[in-house]
């Protein structure tokens, strides 16, 4: 028995991980399809016609809802002998593949990593208070200046005038730059520094796998030991989280939208979607930029079946009178001649 069936526009990408040939978890499987999540190369997922794939349009064919995987658990699958007997030998598929810029939509959501939404609240008691100014003044400080913050206990910071979130933000971000401010190597006055810093915070470790030292996690650690040591002047626990951090900055690094969502009105900015782009450096190649691919061909199915079991899913193919379906995701795929 041979089957064949004409498609257009049948995506040849997958956004979500995980198999739909398996039980979904108890969150869903999780989206990947953003700019973000495809910078990992085993985000970018290509998929092509399968026995799995197959298998899904003759279950579709008859009429089955059930998911493949649910088809299969039941005694009497109907294609239990069939699908023993396929083999990819058997399915025959002639594409033509185009690739297109396309809009992807997150229905989960997430939050843009650099931006906010409402207004700056900059009367907030974290660039308000007093201590303001000498507690954010930290993170003006030159290298050889915080190195001696560090290491004196009995440092001053000179205030810093005008604080605001934006401000405070920008300035983390030139601190994380690293063509601004490389990383450190780990010599003797370094190693003052870090020991100095193990002793308040014996859980960090500031060394990369590189072996050096990020210049911007010394800076927020110098952060946590001013707030140590304002304490005994100050009522500072009026900045602080429940667990006694500055929201959006740990002893390491800082996240912009925790902090920023911290000193808005409107919190986070939710992002519901994405360009499907990938963009790699292939030595050799130079840039390679990955878009989603489409498909307009023709499968054909070949069934070693016996002429009555041919007869039989004819019958049932034209009884459940399925005239248009997906090929894999998205498209329009349907059947235009059987043969027997």
Known sequence: MKITIEYEASWRNSFLDGSNNEPLPKKGRKFVGSMTELRKPENYLRRSITK???????????????KLYQARE??????SEIE????????????????EMVYIRNMSGSDDQNSFSGMLKTSSPAFSSSFSGVLWGVLWLGLDDLFNFITNSSYEVEPKQNIEPLIISERFEELNNKKLNKDLELDSSVQKVLDELSKEFPDVNYISNSGKIPVISLY?????????????????????????NLSGISKRGFTKKDFMSNHVTGGKKPVWGGAYLRKERV????????VLSKANGTLTINLDITRQQAIDLEEKIENAGVSSFYLGKKGLAYVTDIRI
């Open 220 to 244: 927020c650690s110098a952060l946590y030991l001013q707030i140590k040591r304002m304490r005994q002047y100050f009522d500072i626990d009026s900045i602080l989280t429940k667990s006694g």
């Open 283 to 290: 030595k050799g190649e130079g840039e390679v930029v990955s």
């Open 84 to 99: 023993a007997n396929l083999k990819e030998s058997d399915i025959i598929d002639k594409p033509s593949i185009t690739n």
């Open 74 to 79: 039941r005694e009497n699958y109907y294609f």
């Open 52 to 66: 799995n794939t197959v298998m899904g349009i003759l279950n579709r064919l008859i009429g089955e809802q059930a």
